[in-house]
């Protein structure tokens, strides 16, 4: 089993910057996607940020692009989501996500963070 847990967030004015982060331990397959997923209220789970960990390769929600970076600590097995320029509408529950790409293997997700984005 994998664990997946995240850290970070609060509350901040718009414009201003937060970064997630999110360590994953337990028996990893050795091709994985890792990544961030948000609900705002009255949303749907929406796609943000993910990385494939083989190669570093990154992939960004066109909302954030530009604004949100994706990066990795293999020594820590984390990581991180900084969030640069935001916005009102970035307000909503963040859960970090582990995607095995090969394989029969079900996902792996964080209990979710807050991110409260003030006008």
């Known amino acids: 089993q994998v664990q997946v847990v995240e850290s970070g967030g609060g509350s901040v004015q718009a414009g201003g910057s937060l970064r997630l982060s999110c360590a994953v331990s337990?028996?990893?397959?050795?091709?994985?996607?890792m990544g961030w997923f948000r609900q705002g209220p009255g949303k749907e789970r929406e796609f943000v940020a993910a990385m494939r960990w083989s190669d570093g390769t990154t992939y960004y929600a066109d909302s954030v692009k530009g604004r949100f970076t994706i990066s990795r600590d293999n020594a820590k097995n984390t990581v991180y989501l900084q969030m640069n320029s935001l916005k009102p509408e970035d307000t909503a529950v963040y859960s970090c996500?582990?995607?095995?790409?090969?394989?029969?293997?079900?996902?792996?997700w964080g209990q979710g963070i807050q991110v409260t984005v003030s006008s």
């Open positions: 996500n582990y995607q095995p790409l090969i394989g029969v293997i079900r996902d792996s």
């Open positions: 337990g028996r990893t397959v050795s091709s994985y996607r």
